[in-house]
């Protein structure tokens, strides 16, 4: 499971001594945490992932701020944490293989039109469950329903 490798991972990092890693992986421990608490129940495997998944997009935006901000610093700081909660995340699917997803769905939909975006966003997310970028997706099927 997930939470058990982000624990394992927190333990094995406090034993190295690695401060930068430690502190990366309690914000992620943070965030699932929030969320359980609100929830008020245990989440399951895509839950997690999904939390992760999320940090990992507000890190990448934050990444592009502080570069357009001129914070390499900060930037760099943003990156490393960044990878660290990529190793917790599914692989992601290439450009090529999303790009084949959409056009099966659009065929399947019998998508034609900019109207049917919705449809054949929803069944696309649900295909690619969580390995995929919600941004190039949309990208793609626009481009496809063209």
């Known amino acids: 499971m997930v939470l058990d490798e982000i624990k394992e991972q927190l333990k094995a990092s406090m034993k190295k001594g690695n401060k930068k890693n430690v502190l990366a ?3 992620i421990l943070e ?3 929030n969320v359980q608490v609100d929830s ?3 989440l399951k495997e895509n839950q997690i992932i999904k939390i992760i998944a999320k940090h990992a997009k507000q890190l990448r935006e934050s990444i592009v ?3 357009n901000g001129n914070r390499l610093d900060l930037a760099e700081k943003e ?8 190793q917790f995340l599914p692989a992601q699917l290439s450009e090529n293989e999303i790009k084949d997803i ?3 769905v659009i065929k399947d939909l019998n998508a034609t039109q900019m109207s049917d975006m919705g449809k054949v966003m929803k069944a696309v997310i649900d295909q690619t469950k969580g390995n995929a970028d919600g941004k190039l997706i949309s990208t793609l099927v626009r481009e496809s329903l063209i």
Do not use: C, G, H, S
Not at 79 to 86: G, M, N, V
């Open 25 to 27: 992986i309690r914000n």
């Open 31 to 33: 965030k699932i945490k």
């Open 40 to 42: 008020k129940e245990e």
């Open 65 to 67: 701020q502080f570069k």
């Open 79 to 86: 990156q490393e944490e960044l990878k660290i909660a990529e």
């Open 102 to 104: 959409v056009i099966n």
